[in-house]
RNA sequence: GGGCGAUUAGCUCAGUUGGUAGAGCAGCGCUUUUACACAGCGAAGGUCGGGGGUUCAAAUCCCUCAUCGCCCACCA
């Protein structure tokens, strides 16, 4: 026994140390280059015609800090990738960030303020723009190291930034080709305004919350008006029912009635539109069309006019006489009073109602009539193969004919459901770190072109929505809009995997630009993660207490247990429960493949010579055994059950290796019969580095450290990471 | 108001095409016999949310109710 144990790497001797290893092993892959898959091709690793598979890594934000969110999704690229490359597939996996452009600027506007004392308009566009910058640069090693600390066998020498030159020049060019498709177009149109960001955001950033506020009864002329907002009423000169509302009949459309209002007579005029609801209130309504979007819309219908109120700010304009220049948030019960005053006010009564507010800044939406930007989702144009239809009815079709499959396939009908009530996307914002509008103005006339037209053209200043440049991702990454070789090979990418709260945010308007600018989809596959929760199932916070951090978790449990821990137990589109009992448990797994290592090369030590080895029926039992977990495995892997996948692997290596083939094979291996116990080192042997491959997509750190550690004859690669994935 | 999901052992969840329930963690008892105490062995623990139906057979399919959660929606 003696001689033995000296005969293998005396490392064996201690318990398994992430610590000690982790680091080095990264170092170690990154320096083979074999995460670039040019590399494994000139080496000989990957077949020059081989099947590619990529995946393109949801760019964190530049500012951040590595959470369980991404730490869980690292997890489950990563295993995907290392399995496909070592199926011998061309695997590419692209590194990226995301300047993020509204978080990121407001983040560094407000260290700026804190600092200095300084808004954005005192330091000027340019010094702004230089000091976000910089601040991106210098945070941005923090997440690339935390993401290399995962394992992530991601290729860095193609790292992808948002605003990079080559992103910016794809951002632009996606821009103008839109623009001269008659996709993109410049309207004056009522906008989501958030007077906090000071920018106009999209439908999909807006979030509703419940508000528990008073809904007012006002007299006008003969009717009574119910309103929740009496600070926009200033300008209301219309009076809107249902043509069909019985209590009305006698007033007719366009009828002139003259009345007492806030700030003294004025006259109004009767409108009857069908989208009066006659149950809701009074079935009454005046609008308020600049800062209403159905008002916005009844106005539109009846060519009324529309008065702004309230400005950028929040301030009461002109039009409001007395109350000008109040913020709303103060004047409301200002007006309330003079209403009451002058006996305007039948009655109020308590009322609960979804408010919209912006998702970033947390500000209560003011709709604005703005010119902006947007993209036309219902203009039916002609696409790369000639057909002509709009953008979403392409977008609903790449999931219903397949092309795009998501799983878990539930999420179709949460996708159909948001194309179907798509309008027209707003994509430009008033904030200054982002993509700047390629547009140029002089004169009253709009030129549309990367470059700036010449002489006195002024560019436009609001920049795009951020997920605009997200959407061209996929293949910005690859080199568009030029043809290149990444483009062709690696286009349509294999896989996307990214959590399902961003399904519209991003998932979506990928599908959106890649059909319409390339003709293709974006990916094939959509793969669903859930939020990381903590062990009572609730959602990680501050205010909790409960959050646990990766980093923190990498150094007490090792990358493996954490990785493993993330991976068991989530199945796609579901929440990951996540406790640090959890993370522990799998660090003994870890500790556990490194001692079953250890016992079967200190037992095997003396058999080098497999020449003539006869297998006994149990032996074979035992190879076939392992295939057909080989084979459950890989399945689970490619139909995306990775929980089953890992949790199978990991209940053969503890359950059945080590507790029963290790545990019969004591007797054989301390017998006399050398033919018998030749046969069954060979199977151990060949039990180990099955087990070790296929146990490396999700713990990488401890089987490569195994690896590395195993006599020359037993192994097919000089590393695990690019040997043959077993038969299957 | 519409849609989706969940409800299985103390906790968190598996259970792929229907065949009399499984894992991890926690907890209980025993074991330091060298691969591993970052371990092993053993016992305990569930009328699979309620009700109804289809079937020889249902946690698994259908209907219904209940509770919880999430998403979407321009009722002033």
């Known amino acids: 026994m003696e001689s033995k144990e000296t005969a293998i790497n005396p490392d064996f001797l201690q318990p ?42 949801p760019p964190p934000n530049v500012t951040g800090t590595l959470h369980m969110g991404h730490a869980a999704m690292l997890a489950v690229e990563d295993a995907l990738v290392r399995y496909h490359r070592m199926n011998g597939k061309k695997t590419l996996w692209i590194p990226g960030t995301d300047s993020a452009a509204i978080a990121t600027q407001s983040k560094v506007e407000g260290d700026i303020y804190k600092k200095d004392k300084l808004t954005r308009h005192d330091l000027g566009r340019e010094e702004l723009l230089k000091r976000v910058a910089d601040f991106a640069e210098q945070s941005k090693d923090t997440i690339i190291g935390q993401t290399k ?112 209002w806030i700030n003294g007579p004025i006259t109004a005029t009767v409108i009857k539109d069908e989208a009066i609801d006659m149950e809701f209130g009074t079935g009454v309504m005046t609008i308020t069309p600049w800062h209403d979007v159905t008002d916005f819309e009844i106005a539109g219908r009846h060519n009324l006019d529309k008065e702004q109120v309230i400005d950028e700010r929040g301030i009461l304009l002109p039009i409001a006489g007395e109350f000008a220049g109040q913020h709303i948030s103060k004047a409301r019960e200002a007006i309330i009073e ?75 009908k949460t996708y159909y459901h948001w194309i179907d009530n798509l309008r027209d996307w707003n994509i430009s914002r008033q904030i200054w770190f982002g993509h700047r509008v390629p547009a140029w103005f002089k004169e009253g006339e709009v030129k549309v072109q990367t470059d700036s037209p010449g002489e006195g053209w002024e560019q436009d200043p609001d920049t795009l929505d951020t997920w605009f440049s997200s959407g061209l991702w996929t293949f910005s990454t690859l080199g568009w809009p030029e043809e290149t070789d990444d483009l062709r090979t690696y286009h349509p990418t294999s896989v996307l995997e990214t959590g399902y709260d961003i399904l519209f945010f991003w998932v979506a308007r990928m599908i959106l630009m890649s059909t319409f600018l390339l003709g293709e989809v974006p990916f094939k596959q959509v793969y669903l993660h859930g939020l990381v929760r903590d062990g009572q199932g609730r959602k990680m916070s501050k205010s909790l207490g409960n959050i646990i951090n990766p980093l923190d978790m990498i150094a007490k449990y090792g990358t493996d247990a954490t990785r493993l821990s993330l991976l068991i137990g989530a199945a796609p589109g579901n929440d990951v429960p996540l406790s640090e009992d959890k993370i522990r448990g799998y660090k003994n797994f870890a500790n556990k493949l490194w001692n079953i290592s250890r016992f079967i090369l200190s037992n095997t030590t ?73 046969a ?49």
């Open 149 to 260: 600390a995962m394992g992530s066998s991601l290729d860095w020498s193609r790292y992808a930034y948002t605003l990079d030159d080559k992103r910016y020049r794809a951002v632009m060019e996606a821009f103008v080709r839109m623009y001269e498709a008659g996709l993109i177009y410049r309207g004056e149109r009522i906008v989501n305004w958030d007077p906090k960001g000071q920018t106009t955001i999209s439908d999909d950033e807006i979030v509703y919350e419940e508000r528990k506020e008073k809904f007012y009864y006002l007299k006008y002329g003969p009717f009574t008006i119910g309103t929740s907002r009496p600070e926009t009423k200033f300008g209301d000169k219309y009076v809107v029912m249902h043509p069909d509302d019985a209590r009305y009949k006698d007033f007719s459309h366009g009828q002139q009635i003259e009345l007492e």
């Open 338 to 412: 003079k209403l009451r005053s002058k006996g305007l006010l039948e009655k109020e009564e308590d009322y609960t109602h979804n408010v919209s507010t912006a998702e970033r800044t947390g500000a209560v939406i003011e709709p604005q009539i703005k010119a902006q930007w947007f993209i036309a989702v219902n203009k039916a144009v002609a696409f790369p193969d000639g057909r002509v239809m709009t953008l979403k009815e392409r977008m609903r079709e790449t999931v219903e004919k397949g092309e795009v499959k998501i799983a878990p396939d539930r999420f179709n």
């Open 16 to 57: 398994y140390s992430p610590k000690d290893n982790e680091d080095a092993l990264y170092k170690k892959w990154e320096e083979s280059g074999y995460f670039n898959p040019d590399v494994c091709v000139e080496k000989g690793v990957t077949a020059k015609d081989a099947e590619s598979f990529s995946i393109v890594l």
């Open 606 to 678: 003396d058999s080098k010579d497999s020449a003539t080895v006869e297998y006994s029926a149990r032996d074979q039992e035992i190879l076939a055994e392992m295939k057909k977990v080989t084979t459950e495995v890989s399945g689970d892997i490619e139909g995306f059950r990775l929980y089953l996948a890992g949790e199978k692997a990991y209940h053969y290596v503890w359950d059945e290796l080590a507790a029963n083939i290790l545990e019969e094979s004591k007797p054989i291996l301390n017998g006399e019969d050398v033919k018998t116990k030749l």
């Open 680 to 728: 069954r080192q060979m199977v151990l042997r060949e039990c180990l580095t099955g087990s070790l491959k296929i146990l490396h997509p999700f713990m990488p750190f401890v089987t490569e450290a195994i690896w590395q550690r195993l006599p020359e004859e037993m192994k097919d690669a000089e590393m695990l990471m690019i040997a043959k994935w077993p038969s299957k």
